[in-house]
C-alpha cells in the first residue's frame, strides 16, 4: 500500500525560507511521480510542483517558479520542497501525492493522483 507523510510544517517569516518533506513507504519509490500541493483555508487545492520518478524533470507553477525548489531522494524515499522568499500567501496545509502512471513526466493536475499524504499546515507571517 502506498503510504506517504508530509513533515515539516510550522511558522516562518515573510522574506525567509523553510522545507516540507514528504517520507515515502509501501511501494517502489523510483517508480512514482510526485506531486506537491496546497490548500489555503475556503480554497480549492491547487498544485505546486511535481518530479519525476527518476528525478529529471520537474515542472513549478508560475506562483512558485524561482522561490521553490524540489528535490527527491530515492535511498531514503524521501521528496523535499525547499521554498524561499515565503509570501503569507503561501500559507496553506501541503500535500504530497504519488502516482506511478506518469511516465518519465509528471504533473501538476490533483486529478492525476490517487495516493495522498495527511498534510503539513505551514504558516507565513507578514
Known amino acids: 500500500e502506498v503510504q506517504l507523510q508530509a513533515f515539516g510544517g510550522g511558522l516562518v517569516q515573510a522574506g525567509g525560507s523553510l522545507s516540507v518533506s514528504c517520507a515515502a513507504s509501501?511501494?517502489?519509490?523510483?517508480?512514482?511521480?510526485i506531486g506537491w500541493f496546497r490548500q489555503a483555508p475556503g480554497k480549492e487545492r491547487e498544485g505546486v510542483s511535481c518530479?519525476?520518478?527518476?528525478?529529471?524533470?520537474?515542472y513549478y507553477e508560475d506562483f512558485v517558479k524561482g522561490r521553490f525548489t524540489i528535490s527527491r531522494d530515492g535511498a531514503k524515499k524521501v521528496v523535499h520542497l525547499q521554498m524561499n522568499n515565503l509570501k503569507p500567501e503561501d500559507t496553506a496545509v501541503y500535500y504530497c501525492a504519488a502516482e506511478e502512471f506518469l511516465g518519465i513526466t509528471c504533473s501538476t493536475a490533483a486529478r492525476r493522483y490517487d495516493s495522498w499524504g495527511q498534510g503539513t499546515q505551514f504558516t507565513v507571517s507578514s
Open positions: 518530479i519525476s520518478r527518476d528525478g529529471d524533470r520537474s
Open positions: 509501501g511501494f517502489t519509490f523510483d517508480d512514482y511521480a
